[in-house]
């Protein structure tokens, strides 16, 4: 037996044991009339069978060859009957008229007279050329659409029915028609009049739509197509809306377990019983309970899908609405996962409640806005979690989870402003926020311009204990070069203070701290006639508090600005001298409409306790410049020396009033600056300057960018005709 043969054998024996006895399968006739043949009956006979096995090698024990010496034998079987199939099927071809048997035609004769004449030159070839000039952008323009149209709605003047509690404006379905409208939307052109018949459906439907919103739930809407009188006219389209009845709430209720206060979920639900089924109202309502909820003790509510059961006979509906409030509960601990900036210790610090305190989704935003503000996370989530661990007052305690993802703590800003007087000044800084955790900044700046050069190192530590409380510790040099004074000083300084952010604008804020310095300053010597060197030593303890009622840090448009400075300060070197320096400030600001600002501005200041020349030329009051009086140069007014040249003051009184026009990201502004300085440490009220000009605005949501142009009244000699200011932020 062949080891083809022996294969096969084994494998009906395998498919036999396995299976079972192997069927039969027999032939069958579909036709009804033929006698059912015998079953027993095989489909093809025990002889046919045979023939289709190999037959057996009779060298059965010889060895089996190799895998590849079997895989090259049919190989070239295959070959050698490609060849007889294709030299069978060139037999049957005739060949070609030349005798080339190589030539395959067709059987057919072909009677063409043409096919033995040489072929056309190309270039000669009769080809009607594409033109692409029919096929642009404007010949597919709907403007030159086949049709165009109109559309109108029908039947809403019923819907302005005053018994209702909340009547239905049809200019209001109208509008929000428009918004949503296809018909509006082709803007009256179409291709054809199934286009047309396409969009009024379209629109039949957000008809339907917008009157269920508002409590219709059985109105209807037909549209119909008036046709021309002739082409070319316009088509109408008419939506005609029937309202129908307008439905009420019958019933409104909640599926929700029991809370504290009892009343809490329907206090939060606006819609009332008797009001119309308005869907916004609804949605709103339903928002406000998952907003309302979380505020007062439930951060896991849990609002599923309501349920409105309409009444055609009555014109109502029974509401219902499941609401899973979860546990009431209570803050507990803060945990912080990630790659953390700093640890929760601190995060209690920042945040505005405490451990056992009723939840407040409202303050657990608070401390995601303050994290967020500190500027060294890159991302920072803020979440609450059950920890099913019993709080007090029956709550429990609910874990608030920060992740963190620290971002880069190094920063580089820069500032450049212009002012006439003090020239240009250009300042940079380089910031490390975090390089002493928790919110230990390391700062280094400098400013270099053409009257004034300095560098600086300060250690800033922020949230310092408490809440936007900040300690500073600073180290500077600055060299001045005004027309009021030369000098060169040294100061080291510190200060707590408690400010307001972009974020939070706070009401109240104080600062306190020290300054000492060093400063060698010329001064204008009247007995001499010449100005002389001389070097102060000044300690100071400056404070200062601001009561703020406006709406915004950088750009106010409503409310007051109050501050109070007051620095007890000590000179030391030729003598010891005590004095005082003091100053109030006001602003005020009034919106007119939404483009007009009126603002106004009052500053008064006082030095008591030393005479004018024991005390620093630095130290003294100046006016005039870009934050002070516009029109003017920088430190120009007050008393002078024989130079012209100010030498400062004891006393200050400075005014200014606005009117500030801003039409999208640009505004104008018109003032007028009035100030003076006066020697005595009272304020004469006498000789005082004013400066009128106009100014522009570029607003960006980091603050507007200023430019002021401004000349001063009555002019003396020595002073500038026009005066530019250039810097970011208001003048006050």
Not at 64 to 79: A, C, P
Not at 91 to 106: H, R, S, Y
Not at 110 to 124: A, C, K, M, Q
Request: hydrophobic fraction near 35%; charge should be negative; charged fraction near 25%.
């Amino acid at each position: 037996m062949s080891n083809q043969h022996s294969i096969y054998v084994l494998a009906t024996l395998l498919l036999a044991t396995t299976l079972g006895p192997v069927p039969v399968a027999y032939a069958q006739d579909t036709n009804p009339n033929t006698a059912a043949p015998d079953r027993r009956d095989p489909i093809i006979t025990d002889e046919e069978f045979d023939e289709t096995i190999p037959p057996i090698d009779p060298n059965i024990d010889a060895p089996l060859g190799s895998i590849q010496e079997w895989t090259d034998e049919q190989r070239r079987l295959e070959q050698e009957q490609r060849a007889d199939d294709a030299e069978d099927e060139t037999a049957q071809i005739p060949a070609a008229k030349d005798g080339n048997t190589n030539e395959l035609i067709a059987d057919a004769p072909v009677n063409d007279p043409e096919i033995d004449d040489p072929l056309v030159p190309l270039e000669n070839f009769d080809v009607e050329r594409f033109d692409e000039s029919e096929y642009t952008e404007a010949a597919e323009n709907l403007d030159d659409a086949e049709l165009r149209y109109e559309y109108r709605l029908e039947g809403l003047e019923s819907l302005s029915d005053k018994s209702d509690v909340r009547p239905v404006n049809a200019d209001d379905i109208r509008g929000r028609f428009s918004e949503l409208s296809a018909l509006e939307e082709g803007d009256g052109k179409a291709v054809n009049g199934a286009m047309i018949s396409a969009r009024m459906r379209e629109d039949q439907q957000l008809l339907v739509d917008i009157m269920s919103g508002q409590g219709y739930f059985d109105a209807t809407v037909n549209g119909n197509l008036e046709l021309p009188a002739q082409k070319g006219d316009i088509v109408t389209v008419i939506l005609q809306v029937t309202p129908g009845q307008r439905y009420d709430f019958a019933s409104i209720m909640f599926e929700a377990g029991p809370v504290e206060p009892e009343d809490l979920i329907s206090k939060n639900f606006v819609p009332k019983i008797g009001e119309p089924i308005v869907a916004e109202r609804v949605l709103a309502a339903e928002a406000n309970l998952a907003v309302a909820l979380p505020q007062e003790g439930y951060p896991f509510v849990d609002i599923g899908q309501r349920d409105i059961l309409l009444d055609p006979e009555t014109a109502t509906g029974d509401y219902t609405l499941p609401v899973n409030t979860g546990p009431r509960s209570s803050f507990g601990e803060i945990v912080t996962t990630g790659t953390t900036a700093f640890d929760a210790d601190h995060v209690g610090v920042i945040a505005r409640f405490k451990k056992g305190e009723l939840y407040d989704s409202r303050k657990v935003d608070d401390l995601r806005k303050a994290l967020v503000s500190t500027g060294l996370f890159s991302i920072v989530s803020v979440k609450p979690a059950p920890s099913g661990e019993a709080g007090p007052d029956g709550t429990e305690y609910a874990t608030i989870n920060v992740e963190q993802e620290a971002g880069p703590p190094r920063t580089i800003a820069g500032s450049a402003g212009y002012g006439t007087g003090q020239g240009i000044r250009v300042e940079g800084s380089w910031t490390h926020r975090n390089l002493f955790p928790p919110e230990g900044a390391l700062i280094a700046s400098a400013v270099a311009g053409t009257q004034e050069q300095g560098a600086s190192v300060t250690f800033r530590r922020s949230n310092a204990g408490r809440r936007d409380r900040t300690v500073e510790f600073g180290l500077s040099a600055l060299r001045s070069d005004l027309d009021a004074y030369e000098a060169l000083t040294g100061r080291l300084g510190g200060r707590i203070s408690y400010n307001s952010t972009p974020i939070w604008q706070k009401r109240f804020t104080y600062s306190y701290g020290f300054e000492v310095l060093g400063t060698n300053e010329e001064d204008f010597n009247f007995s001499t006639g010449e100005r002389d060197s001389r070097t102060y030593y000044v300690a100071a303890l400056p404070g200062e508090v601001t009561f703020d009622t406006t709406d915004s840090l950088l750009n106010p448009t409503e409310g007051f600005r109050i501050s109070a400075k007051l620095s007890p300060e000590a000179s030391l070197g030729s003598g010891t001298q005590f004095y005082g320096r003091g100053q109030v400030e006001a602003t005020t600001y009034y919106g007119i409409g939404s483009s007009f600002v009126l603002a106004g501005r009052a500053r008064i200041g006082s030095i008591a306790g030393a005479d004018r020349a024991d005390i620093a030329p630095s130290r003294r009051f100046y006016a005039g410049g870009g934050g002070s009086v516009r029109g003017f140069g920088y430190q120009e007014l007050g008393p002078k020396d024989i130079d012209d040249d100010p030498i400062g003051g004891r006393s200050l009184i400075e005014a200014a009033a606005e009117v500030r026009y801003r039409f999208g990201d640009y505004g104008v502004v018109g003032f007028v600056d009035a100030g003076q300085v006066y020697t005595s440490s009272t304020p004469g009220f006498d000789n005082m300057r004013f400066g009128v000009g106009i100014g522009g605005r570029f607003y960006t949501n980091f603050g507007p960018l200023r430019l002021d142009v401004a000349t001063p009244i009555n002019r003396q000699p020595g002073e500038s005709r026009v005066s530019v200011y250039i810097s970011i932020g208001q003048a006050f």
